[in-house]
């Protein structure tokens, strides 16, 4: 008698029937995880909803407007830019006071400026930088990127040998040929006057001509590769006429530079001379920074900003 046909007229219950299993086979296949993912995580971070990504996140930043002559004299006051003009303006006067009056030795004292005027040209070539990435305001620097004191000495020692390349021809010539003279043999072997020497004034022109350059080369690449001559010339040859003019323009702001630090001892007052000063020398590393920008290919230093 088949199943149909039993007594009733009904279907045989379905309790009767056994329980089927459904085998590995039938199953849809499980997704793969890595093979040192732990089970729990692996779940737990495929059972998390995907995070929503704005559509506009990788819009690029609006273009700046041009820039003028309005963003060097703007570019000192961004809020770090303010501080650490304050800290280099009444720095030296207030350690100079602060260390005489402890009566601390001569050579702290010394090491205490170095260290100063180090972290005065560290953060100028920060400035540098900063205007040739297009930044219209003074960097911040955070206390993690700060150098050292080895790292400051050995950047003191930097500006002062792109000096010494620049301008020790002129100086030991003035020494050799006019200071020497005086010194051993009075004023009657003193030779003719120094304005109206030829030579002296070649090599003072040479000095002012390659000045800018070393500085700029000092502050991208911040080793001695910017002490390499051939580097200089160069970069020079190559962007002549735009790196005359910006030449005489910094002649001009290191006369007046030059004429404020010396009248800090003569009728300016001391601190407003020397704020004048520092404030030229931001205005310089800015102007220093758009250049590279604008002669970046011509340039040809392959470095990295």
């Not at 080793?223 to 006429?241: C, H, K, Q, R, Y």
């Not at 407003?272 to 800015?286: P, R, S, T, V």
Request: charged letters at 15%; glycine letters at 6%.
């Amino acid at each position: 008698m088949t199943e149909g046909n039993q007594p009733g007229g009904g279907h045989a219950n379905r309790e009767d029937e056994p329980i089927r299993l459904k085998r590995d086979t039938d199953l849809p296949p499980e997704p793969s995880r890595p093979a040192h993912s732990p089970r729990q995580e692996w779940h737990r971070r495929n059972s998390e909803p995907t995070a929503y990504i704005p559509k506009d996140i990788h819009k690029p930043r609006p273009p700046q407007k041009p820039a003028t002559i309005l963003d060097a004299f703007r570019f000192p006051f961004s809020l770090a830019g303010v501080i650490h003009f304050l800290i280099f303006w009444f720095g030296p006067f207030l350690l100079l006071f602060f260390l005489r009056a402890f009566l601390f030795s001569e050579i702290l004292i010394v090491g205490v400026l170095i260290a100063l005027f180090g972290y005065l040209y560290y953060y100028l070539s920060s400035c540098v930088i900063a205007a040739a990435k297009d930044e219209r305001l003074a960097p911040d620097v955070s206390f993690d990127e700060t150098p050292g004191l080895l790292d400051l000495l050995r950047r003191v020692l930097l500006i002062i040998g792109s000096t010494l390349i620049c301008f020790g021809p002129v100086i030991f010539y003035t020494f050799y040929f006019y200071i020497w003279p005086i010194l051993w043999f009075g004023r009657e072997g003193a030779t003719p006057n120094l304005q109206s020497d030829p030579i002296y004034w070649i090599l003072f022109g040479a000095g002012v001509l390659f000045f800018p350059m070393f500085l700029l080369a000092a502050a991208m690449f911040d080793s001695v590769t910017a002490l390499n001559p051939v580097l200089i010339i160069s970069s020079i040859i190559s962007t002549f006429v735009s790196y005359c003019a910006l030449a005489l323009l910094f002649f001009g702001i290191g006369l007046l530079v030059n004429y404020l630090i010396r009248s800090m001892f003569v009728w300016i007052p001391g601190l407003f001379a020397w704020g004048a000063a520092l404030y030229l020398m931001f205005i310089a590393a800015y102007i220093l920074g758009r250049f590279f920008r604008r002669y970046e290919s011509r340039l040809n230093w392959e470095v990295k900003l």
